[in-house]
C-alpha cells in the first residue's frame, strides 16, 4: 500500500487522460491520494474530484505565490473547500523567495492567517518551502505548529535544517527531488529521518523521479521514490511503503473502512 500525500490531478496537465492516469496509480499499489488544491481554480476542481473518488482526500490552501490576490472573497471560497468531512489538512502554504511574486510581510501575512484557520478547523498543515528555510522556521516556532502537526512538502533541504523542522514536531515528505543524481543530501535526511514523520509524495505533475524525467510527473511514480527511499534506508519497498501509509493515515486522522476513508482520532 502507497499513499501519495501531494498530488495534483486537479490541474489541467491531466485534463486529456485524468481517469487513466488515476487508474494507473491504483495498478501501482497506490490507495490513497491527498489532492491539493493551492489557488482558486485548483481548489474549485478538486472538490468535486475528492467526492467522486472514494480513495482520495482532500488538502486546501493558498499557495505563497498567490499571496497577493488573497483577500475576503478568497477566504470564503477556501473555508467552504475547508468544510468537507473528506479534508484531512490545510495546504500548501507557506513561503516562496525563489518567484518572489510578493514581499515577506505579505507572504507571512497570509501564512500565519491560514495556520489561524487550520488551528479553528483542527487541520495539520502542508508547508511549501522555497529559499525561505529561516522565515519559515521563525514562524512555524512562533505560531506553536507542535500543536496542530504537518507536513514539509517535497522536502529539499539538508540534514540540519531537516533536524530543526522536526524538533517543531514536522513531518518531512519526500518527492522525486530525492532520486535526482544531485540530491545525495536528501538522500541522507531520508536515511535519517524518524520511522514515525517520513511520507511519501509525488507533487505531480511537477518534480518527476527518476528514470522518469522528462516526462508529466503522475502518482503512479510514487514506487520509484518509495524505492529510492528505501534504498537510502538500507530496508526494502515494502517498509517504506507501509511506513509512509501509516504515518499519512496517523497524522491525517484516518483509516479506511468498508471502501472509504473514515475521520478517526488517533492517541
Not at 88 to 115: H, N, S, T, Y
Not at 216 to 243: H, K, M
Request: aromatic share 8%.
Amino acid at each position: 500500500m502507497l499513499f501519495d500525500t501531494h498530488t495534483h490531478f486537479n490541474t489541467d496537465a491531466f485534463d486529456e487522460d485524468r481517469e487513466e492516469a488515476i487508474q494507473r496509480a491504483r495498478k501501482a499499489g497506490v490507495s490513497g491520494m491527498a489532492i491539493v488544491g493551492f489557488d482558486e481554480d485548483s481548489i474549485r476542481r478538486g472538490m468535486p474530484l475528492v467526492q467522486a473518488n472514494a480513495d482520495m482526500v482532500g488538502i486546501y490552501g493558498w499557495h505563497p505565490t498567490e499571496a497577493g490576490k488573497y483577500d475576503q472573497r478568497i477566504e470564503e471560497i477556501l473555508l467552504t473547500a475547508l468544510s468537507s468531512s473528506k479534508v484531512v489538512a490545510m495546504g500548501e502554504m507557506g513561503l516562496d523567495f525563489f518567484w518572489d511574486e510578493d514581499p515577506l510581510d505579505v507572504q507571512e501575512k497570509i501564512l500565519r492567517r491560514q495556520i489561524a484557520i487550520a488551528r479553528e478547523r483542527h487541520l495539520p498543515i502542508v508547508i511549501h518551502n522555497r529559499e525561505a528555510s529561516e522565515d519559515i522556521y521563525r514562524i512555524l516556532k512562533d505560531e506553536r505548529v507542535w500543536e496542530i502537526g504537518g507536513i514539509m512538502h517535497t522536502f529539499g533541504e539538508d540534514l540540519e535544517e531537516a533536524k530543526r523542522f522536526l524538533d517543531l514536531g514536522m513531518h518531512l515528505s519526500f518527492s522525486g527531488v530525492a532520486t535526482f543524481k544531485k540530491t545525495k543530501e536528501v538522500r541522507e535526511v531520508a536515511a535519517y529521518c524518524p520511522a514515525d514523520r517520513l511520507l511519501l509524495e509525488t507533487d505531480s505533475p511537477y518534480l518527476t523521479p527518476e528514470p522518469k524525467r522528462g516526462q508529466r510527473n503522475e502518482t503512479a511514480n510514487i514506487r520509484y521514490v518509495c524505492n529510492r527511499i528505501a534504498d537510502a534506508r538500507e530496508t526494502s519497498y515494502e517498509e517504506v511503503a507501509a511506513l509512509s501509509y501509516q504515518n499519512a493515515c496517523r497524522l491525517f486522522g484516518i483509516e479506511w473502512q468498508e471502501g472509504q476513508w473514515v475521520k478517526v482520532k488517533h492517541v
